[in-house]
C-alpha cells in the first residue's frame, strides 16, 4: 500500500540487515516503509545514508518484529533468488510530490523479470513525452527494489545511469537476480 498523506510527520526507525548481495537498510514509521537503501561500500555508509536528512531516526540494533521483519525477510529472499514482487510491504510516501508518487506506482506494478521503458511510464502516468520526468522521479526513488527503478530502462533497452551505490552494475546485477532475458545470461563471445 502507498499511502498519499501530504506530510511526513512521523519520526522513523532504521535497521541494517545482511543479504546476499551486501548489507542493506530499511527505514520505516507506523505507516509503512519510508526508505531503502542498498548496499554502500561500509555498513557505517549504508546507515549513514538510510538515515542522512532525518535527525532523531531510532536506529534499531536488535532485528525488527512484525511487519518490519517480514519485509526484511521477503526482501532477503527476493535478493537471494526466491523472486517476490515485494508489493506487499506497505510504504508510507508522504511528502514525496505527487507526480513521482504516480511514477512510482507505475513501477511497483512491474513484475520481477520484466522491464518498461521510460517512456512507457511516462506514457502510463499521463505524461506522454515526459521520459525524462520519469527519469528524474526515479532517480529520487527513496524507497529502490520495493518501488523497482531497476526494472526501467531506455528505449533502446540499454542501461543508463542508475542513482543506487555501484550504478548500473548494480542495476545489471538486480536484473540478472531476477532472470529478466537479456541479462546475466552468458554470451558466446
Known sequence: MV???SAPSAPIAA???DTAIGCCAIA???HGVVRFQLPEASRAATLARITRGRAGARIHEEPPTGAVAAAIAGIRAHLAGDLDDLRWIALDTSGIPEFHRAVYTVTRAIDPGHTLSYGQVAHLVGAPGGAQAVGQALGRNPIPLIIPCHRVLAADHALHGFSAPGGIDTKQRLLAIERTPGFGE????
Do not use: C, D, K, M
Not at 552468458?186 to 563471445?189: A, G, I, K, V
Open 186 to 189: 552468458p554470451t558466446l563471445f
Open 15 to 17: 535497521a541494517l540487515f
Open 3 to 5: 499511502s498519499g498523506r
Open 28 to 30: 520505516w514509521n507506523e
